[in-house]
């Protein structure tokens, strides 16, 4: 079992709508969590970046994290053709090196319809 | 804004073949992280490097290296290269902050490695 479970979808959407990813994790010792957007072929794309229980809103995106649950989510907003992507969580910890390597789930592939 | 450089960003090589990735994190960022992606995988971490000495180290196969030089650039080496390491490589960066928090990871635009 994966340590962050990620639904890898597709998942399709009509243009407007309020697009809802998310994601559970499994490790205790993480304790960071990003939303990344990766294009075809391309580099993942920083979204949202909390260490922290509750909401985090950046323009349209607004990450939710749940530490007790361990659920991680992301809303997107009037959503758009643009934002049809592979949507990564990930989550990562602090050893002793502090410079830990990031934990991905699988991705959900995301249509927005026009 | 300046991102993160990596070079090739393709590459073909044929099987039992060497290859060098390089990756030339944000300016002023000091670590630097590899990973890997196959096709319709998502990345899987290799190693990372803090201040030139190895920090974390996930999948990496033995016969993959890398290093971080002084100027904060890293190289991954890959010998004996195998059809199943076809794949996107990910190099990101990131900054240690005030109080010893670091900051996120900043991706790549990647090396796509075709092993024939």
């Known amino acids: 079992q994966k340590e962050v479970e990620q639904d890898p979808g597709p998942l399709s959407v009509p243009e407007g709508a309020i697009v809802s990813l998310n994601c559970t994790y499994s490790?205790?010792?993480?304790?960071?969590f990003m939303w990344y957007r990766q294009y075809s072929r391309k580099g993942p794309e920083l979204l949202m970046y909390?260490?922290?229980?509750g909401n985090k809103e950046d323009g349209r995106f607004t990450a939710q994290v749940d530490k007790s649950s361990k659920y991680i989510s992301l809303f997107i907003r009037d959503s758009q053709p643009s934002d049809s992507a592979t949507y990564l969580c990930?989550?990562?910890?602090?050893?002793?090196?502090?410079?830990?390597?990031?934990?991905f789930g699988k991705g959900t592939h995301l249509i927005i319809q026009p | 804004a300046a991102g993160v450089i990596q070079s090739p960003r393709h590459l073909i090589k044929e099987k039992r073949e060497t290859a060098t990735l390089k990756c030339y994190p944000i300016?002023?960022?000091?670590?630097v992280y590899w990973y890997q992606q196959g096709p319709g995988q998502d990345p899987q971490f290799l190693i990372s490097f803090y201040e030139k000495m190895q920090s974390d180290k996930g999948s990496i196969p033995d016969r993959f290296s890398a290093q971080q030089f002084s100027d904060y650039h890293s190289e991954l080496n890959m010998s004996s290269l195998e059809l199943g390491d076809s794949a996107l490589y990910f190099c990101a960066s990131s900054s240690r902050l005030a109080g010893g928090a670091r900051d996120t990871q900043y991706f790549g635009p990647g090396t796509r490695l075709t092993v024939l």
């Open positions: 300016p002023r960022h000091d670590t």
């Open positions: 990930a989550s990562g910890g602090y050893s002793g090196g502090g410079a830990d390597g990031l934990t």
């Open positions: 490790n205790s010792a993480f304790q960071y």
């Open positions: 909390t260490y922290s229980s």
